[in-house]
């Protein structure tokens, strides 16, 4: 497996950066009830502090939507997704479960305030290139959609783009049959670097503490654009 990020990234915000995290060996469930319990406390917790906060008072939420425009793109129409779910939430929508690794992956993309993807290694079709999208960029994402990703980061390997921090793709999703994985962490650009690396480490271990498995991570950003298979 390998991961490159494009030049054309780093030259709009040179201190853009990437976390990946690579899983062997995982075993998805539905959630046990310990993460059904957190999420659900987090968003009942998250309702309440929006009653003095808005959402685009929000850190993460805010540096998104600033990098957002810096790209082109329009976060009013195509919104980051852990706004989209914090918005969901100011409404009482909350997320529901689907199984343990989305959920665990909707936690901490709300938790630290991050959009993140996770993908079954098993349905990416060789290299993943991380860009930014075009016109021509589409897929049909898991909100059931058609998306055309103009202006906004996408990967995509040989078959096409299966991934961004919008929405992701229905192609690539992880379900319980999935054994490797892939995960994306879009990292806040003013993130130092060994702080990225203790985030990653910390996801990683709560990841595999309750998928099992191994697991090894990496970051891309403007001194490193490649991360290899071994990951």
Do not use: C
Request: overall charge negative.
């Amino acid at each position: 497996m390998l991961v490159k990020l494009d030049d054309s990234i780093t030259e709009i915000e040179p201190s853009f950066k990437i976390g990946i995290i690579h899983y062997t060996k995982i075993i998805v469930t539905s959630s046990p009830q310990m993460l059904k319990g957190r999420l659900q406390l987090f968003q009942e917790q998250l309702f309440f502090e929006m009653d003095d906060k808005p959402v685009n008072d929000f850190a993460g939420i805010k540096e998104w939507r600033a990098l957002w425009k810096k790209f082109g793109a329009d976060p009013n129409r195509y919104r980051p997704s852990m706004e989209a779910m914090y918005r969901r939430i100011a409404k009482q929508n909350y997320i529901t479960p689907m199984h343990s690794a989305v959920d665990l992956n909707n936690f901490f993309s709300m938790q630290y305030e991050i959009p993140m993807g996770i993908y079954d290694v098993a349905k990416i079709q060789g290299e993943t290139n991380i860009t930014i999208g075009t016109e021509e960029t589409t897929y049909v994402g898991l909100n059931g959609r058609d998306n055309t990703l103009k202006n906004i980061i996408t990967l995509q390997d040989e078959a096409g783009p299966f991934g961004s921090p919008f929405v992701d793709s229905a192609r690539t999703a992880v379900t319980e049959d999935t054994t490797e994985a892939l995960q994306i962490v879009f990292l806040r650009p003013s993130l130092k670097i060994e702080e990225s690396k203790k985030l990653l480490e910390s996801m990683a271990s709560m990841f595999t503490q309750i998928h099992g498995g191994d697991f090894k991570t990496n970051i891309l950003n403007t001194n490193f654009h490649t991360s290899k298979g071994e990951l």
